[in-house]
């Protein structure tokens, strides 16, 4: 028995000896303790728990010598070539067998398993686990993760058995990227690995006492799946289909044509890549969802609307057609004209071929693919077939993502605001497919740094995202160290070229690349793991060594085109770069920001030094932000909302308040101005709102701050184009690309870039869940209080009630457990009522909005438990405020001819 004696209750380092392969231990734990009323607990009475159930953890295979088997592939390359015979187009997926016999009831077995590709593996006909697109995409040149089965029922003792595994070309060595991509990124050749170690009923914990493995005794046979892409979609002929492939019990008569089909295998050379048990969940269909209209278009296709735009693919319940008859479903998020809405996909067919047998086809879904879909075009099957009519019960739409447990839920009074919060979710749940992507259905779907950084702290409240981003953040700083310190724009990083392309040179670029330094930070403030912040910290260093600097050694080099804010809604639909605000300003902004991040993350970690030296030069790089673009008042030079936000925000500017409340006014003002619509692209958007509404730490101010709090409510609520809600007013479903993906006239955007489902703009949710909801992590004003340290061990309650929104209740699992926070407004509005829960072993700082406090009300410190709080409350100024471009209404009429 260990006994441990701090405070801590997460994250305790694992106290035992390490433990070998294949090895298991058992754990259980109980924590002695006071019950607290208060946040020192010195008035509680002491209470233990009773000991919690025991936890069994069991280590993968550690080492590369565990692994006997071999890689496999098929004895003839199943690739099918272009017409000119240059390239590899796509491969036609692949079986994989071997049948054994085992003599006894094994006590244990387990499967380790991957591919050079995408895999399902059947053990006795029956598949083993339920994950989707194993083994998940990681930068393969560095790391192939592998998936741990345990198999010990599945196993037939005393007979014959057959392991079984298909496989298809999955991101291993499928097309990648846009125009007509890069086939066969990491290899040319399909295959599996699969290793089965069984242990006999009285050697459980000893060496295992059989070891199935892949290697030449193993056979192959093409798949009927004829082609199965990412991007393109899958073509399965039935007729191919060979019953019983996958277990023994059910041999093919041998003088078929199926068994003349098998072949023997080969071995392929063992990668130079680490082999990894997957740290991240794996992707699964989460749901399933029924159509909710089956119609004929104006040309006479017929249509299926699931009512929700999704990631995943459909599955066909029962259908019986004559031998030969094909369906063909092409997939699209939006309709144009009535019609599938194909066009944002670019060169992504989203297409499956299904050709039926005279058998019937049941629950088939389709195994290597996945689509981003809301409508689905159904060609060989309709409403009016005679037999087998094509119904709402035919058929449904499973949705696919990484497992992630949900962890963060809001709701309001405000019916527009609860869609947009759901569609901020489905376009989480949409791009967290394996790694965090872009977009899910056009011919990228890749992991664009750019966008997981913005909106990385609204997807760890939404999710518990430690595991998948913690696991992909490996990658980013494995192919940063291969660009020398540069981060790539995608990770896994796919612009190398592929064999023989160039797709983007390699150059470094504020806000994506900062990513190796601000989501590694989100995380720790989610979670508070130190662990994450370690593994990043060296590329952090090298990002901030290697980026190109200007003259003065501080800000970036000005000569150098950034992406920044992308896609500003001003910018034209062929040129999303063209923001307003310029480019090299919003890159500054953003590194002095990551400068002071860097100094805190490595105080954190103990390098003094390091935390001295980004200290120092985040205050350089601040003076320098300030000669270099604001003026002595306190206003920016591009007079953007964006370059405002973020000087803001980043706070940027002098410590006397007056610069500050200029800036704060010309935000306030600016926002007036654009009739409430917003204005920013990318690197804006995560930043509009929190800055008008982070405290000016100035009481002088408080008029100011609570008018630009009803301009942020202002600002949210607007459905005009663009804004968060215009998309809803349009019935969309998911987060867009654009503010106007779809134009208010029913076209889709003519832009190239023009996808209905991406999160980016969705890191409004962090705001609605700090500020409306009211509960975010960390003690914001460190200062005073001392870092609040990560994983919401001591978080902030402060909702501000606003606009038209009487009530909200915002729950969230931390690592403490549930904090919740639900508040209305009653008594014809004039007070607020408030339940609070503060999960064991937190702190909560309650900041009310009450009509009565004084200005510098720093808050309550709570300890766990629940809690009742109530208060005078007053709206915070005139509602709806008003434009500023309706005449002369805002001038106070008496100054003229007044001196001042
Ligand atoms: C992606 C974006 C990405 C951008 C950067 C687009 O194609 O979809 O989300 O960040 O390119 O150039």
């Not at 298809?168 to 060595?173: L, P, V």
């Amino acid at each position: 028995m260990i006994s441990l004696a701090n405070q801590d209750n997460v994250l305790i380092p694992w106290q035992s000896e390490r433990l070998e392969s294949r090895e298991r231990a058992m754990v259980r734990v109980m924590a002695k303790g006071v019950a607290s009323t208060t946040p020192d607990g010195k008035d509680g009475e002491a209470v233990d728990t009773a000991w919690s159930e025991w936890a069994t953890v069991e280590a993968a295979l550690l080492d590369r010598s565990d692994w006997k088997a071999q890689f496999i592939s098929s004895s003839k390359c199943t690739a099918v070539w272009s017409k000119d015979g240059g390239r590899k187009e796509y491969f036609r997926p692949i079986r994989l067998r071997k049948t054994f016999t085992i003599d006894s009831l094994p006590g244990r077995a387990r499967l380790y398993i991957t591919a050079l590709g995408v895999y399902k593996a059947y053990l006795n006909g029956r598949r083993v686990g339920d994950e989707q697109m194993a083994p998940g995409w990681t930068s393969y040149a560095h790391r192939l993760q592998y998936q741990v089965f345990d198999v010990s029922e599945m196993l037939r003792a005393n007979g014959v058995n057959t392991l079984a595994i298909e496989v298809a070309e999955g991101w291993y060595a499928g097309r990648l990227l846009w125009h007509e991509g890069v086939p066969c990124f990491y290899g040319e050749e399909i295959g599996a690995l699969a290793q089965l170690e069984i242990y006999s009923l009285d050697s459980i914990d000893s060496e295992p006492s059989l070891q199935i493995f892949s290697d030449e005794s193993w056979e192959w046979r093409e798949s009927p799946m004829l082609a199965s892409g990412i991007y393109d979609g899958e073509t399965y002929d039935m007729r191919e289909e060979e019953d019983g492939w996958a277990d023994a019990h059910m041999p093919p008569p041998k003088s078929s044509k199926s068994a003349s089909s098998w072949h023997k295998v080969k071995t392929l050379p063992f990668p130079q890549t680490d082999l990894l048990a997957s740290p991240s969940p794996p992707v699964r269909v989460k749901d399933t969802i029924s159509p909710v209209r089956i119609f004929e278009s104006p040309s006479g296709k017929t249509l299926i609307d699931f009512g929700q735009n999704l990631v995943g693919k459909l599955v066909i319940h029962n259908l019986s057609k004559p031998s030969g008859h094909v369906l063909t479903i092409r997939h699209a998020e939006v309709l144009e004209n009535g019609e599938l809405g194909t066009r944002p996909l670019r060169s992504a067919k989203a297409t499956d071929t299904i050709t039926l047998s005279s058998k019937p086809l049941t629950e088939y879904s389709p195994h290597f693919t996945f689509h981003g879909f809301r409508y689905v075009e159904m060609s060989g099957w309709s409403r009016s077939d005679a037999e087998c009519p094509l119904t709402t019960d035919s058929l449904s739409a499973l949705v696919m993502h990484t497992d992630m447990p949900r962890t963060g839920h809001f709701h309001c009074s405000n019916a527009q605001l609860n869609r947009l919060h759901e569609n901020v979710v489905w376009s989480t749940r949409s791009n967290f497919v394996s790694i965090p992507t872009d977009c899910p259905q056009r011919d990228e779907r890749l992991g664009w740094t750019g966008d997981i950084q913005a909106f990385g702290p609204t997807a760890a409240f939404l999710f518990d995202v430690a595991g998948m981003l913690g696991n992909w953040m490996r990658d980013v700083v494995l192919d940063q160290a291969d660009e020398g310190g540069v981060v790539p724009f995608i990770v896994p990083n796919v612009l190398k070229g592929g064999r023989d392309k160039f797709f983007w040179p390699r150059v470094p670029q504020a806000v994506w690349d900062d990513v190796v330094v601000l989501l590694p930070w989100t995380l720790y403030v989610a979670y508070g793991d130190t662990a994450i912040l370690h593994q990043a910290y060296d590329g952090m260093k090298d990002y901030l060594t290697i980026l190109p600097r200007a003259d003065d050694g501080l800000l970036w080099d000005p000569d150098l085109w950034q992406l920044s804010d992308w896609l500003d809604p001003s910018a034209p639909p062929d040129n999303p770069g063209l923001s307003r605000t310029d480019g090299t300003l919003v890159a500054d902004a953003y590194l002095t920001h990551v400068t002071r991040i860097m100094s805190r993350i490595a105080g954190i970690l103990g390098h003094q030094d390091d935390e001295a030296h980004f200290q120092a030069q985040a205050e350089k790089l601040v003076d320098a932000f300030r000669r270099q673009y604001m003026t002595a008042a306190g206003l920016v030079v591009s007079d953007s909302q964006t370059a405002l936000a973020l000087t803001l925000l980043f706070n940027l500017h002098p410590s006397d308040p007056s610069g500050r409340a200029t800036a704060s006014a010309r935000l306030g003002r600016l926002v007036r101005r654009a009739n409430f619509k917003v204005s920013t692209g990318f690197a804006g958007t995560s930043a509009i709102l929190p800055s008008l509404t982070c405290p000016s730490s100035s009481p002088s101010q408080a008029q100011q701050e609570a008018q630009n709090l009803q301009l942020a409510y202002r600002m949210l609520l607007e459905t005009g184009c663009p804004s968060w809600i215009y998309p809803i007013t349009q019935g969309a479903t998911t987060i867009w690309e654009r503010w106007d993906s779809m134009l208010p006239d029913g076209r889709v955007n003519p832009g190239e870039m023009t996808s209905f489902n991406h999160y980016a703009l969705g890191s409004v949710a962090t705001w609605m869940h700090a500020v409306i909801g009211g509960v975010s992590p960390g003690d914001l004003d460190e200062k005073a209080r001392g870092d609040g340290g990560g994983g919401w061990k001591r978080f902030r309650v402060q909702p501000r009630p606003g606009g038209d929104v009487t009530s909200a209740k915002v729950d969230f699992l931390s690592r403490y457990g549930q904090v919740s926070c639900c508040w209305e407004l009653v008594a014809a509005g004039s007070r607020f009522k408030m339940e609070l829960i503060v999960p064991p072993n937190s702190t909560a700082v309650v900041i009310l909005p009450d009509a009565e406090k004084t200005s510098d009300d720093r808050g309550k410190v709570v300890g766990s438990g629940r809690y009742h709080f109530e208060c005078a409350f007053k709206q915070p100024g005139p509602w709806p405020p008003q434009p500023l471009n309706s005449g002369y209404d805002d001038f106070d009429f008496g100054k003229i001819g007044k001196t001042r």
